[in-house]
T-cell receptor
Framework: DAKTTQPTSMDCAEGRAANLPCNHS???????VYWYRQIHSQGPQYIIH???NNETNEMASLIITEDRKSSTLILPHATLRDTAVYYC????????????????FGQGTILTVHP | DVKVTQSSRYLVKRTGEKVFLECVQD?????MFWYRQDPGLGLRLIYF???????EKGDIPEGYSVSREKKERFSLILESASTNQTSMYLC???????????????FGDGTRLSIL
């Protein structure tokens, strides 16, 4: 699976959009971009994923650049409850062997939403 | 909403004890996973299962075993607990399509296990 690079931490004011970047310059054609977050003392929560087109759901939007080497997760109106560690993961569509379905989290971005 | 339920949020056991961690999901998912999460080491896969009675080793299976007798339940067993197994244990599930690689995994809230 391709390696990802995320900023260590970011701040955002409550009610404003939070834009979390992720670099995945070695991504290959069959790899998806996934975003999860983990609020303190809870399990990771799935947010969104995409292959090449931009995606939107009730939680967030995912913008993937045309060359797919980077992406941005957008929380349109951040709240205090969005304070969490956000993980960007790139995974193959047809992993085999012991990587079969496995998720590998890097260090992620600590997003702090301020009142 | 997908619900993955782990039997305990916090558990304290002694060295040498046999420890059972239970996980139940209510979405009829075929794939189920056990991870441990440690500071600085991220998430590491212990075992996974893609069908009843099927199991495959992940990256760190030593000292653990699993059981999948029913589709909705996946148990992690520490045969003889040791202090280096103190960790946060996370269970996840996903549907079978593409053997879970494209479908997102949904996690439980974790069990924080301390071995004394």
């Amino acid at each position: 699976d391709a390696k990802t690079t995320q900023p260590t931490s970011m701040d955002c004011a409550e009610g404003r959009a939070a834009n979390l970047p992720c670099n995945h310059s070695t991504i290959s054609g069959n790899e998806y971009v996934y975003w999860y977050r983990q609020i303190h003392s809870q399990g990771p929560q799935y947010i969104i994923h995409g292959l090449k087109n931009n995606e939107t759901n009730e939680m967030a939007s995912l913008i993937i650049t045309e060359d797919r080497k980077s992406s941005t997760l957008i929380l349109p109106h951040a709240t205090l409850r969005d304070t969490a560690v956000y993980y960007c993961i790139v995974r193959t569509a047809n992993a085999g062997g012991t990587s079969y379905g496995k998720l590998t989290f890097g260090q992620g971005t600590i997003l702090t939403v301020h009142p | 909403d997908v619900k993955v339920t782990q039997s305990s949020r916090y558990l304290v056991k002694r060295t040498g004890e046999k420890v059972f961690l239970e996980c139940v999901q209510d979405m009829d998912h075929e794939n189920m996973f056990w991870y441990r999460q440690d500071p600085g080491l991220g998430l590491r896969l212990i075992y996974f299962s893609y069908d009843v009675k099927m199991k495959e080793k992940g990256d760190i299976p030593e000292g653990y075993s699993v059981s999948r007798e029913k589709k909705e339940r996946f148990s992690l067993i520490l045969e003889s607990a040791s202090t280096n197994q103190t960790s946060m244990y996370l269970c996840a599930s996903s549907p079978l399509r593409d053997r879970g690689s494209k479908q997102p995994q949904h996690f439980g809230d974790g069990t924080r296990l301390s071995i004394l």
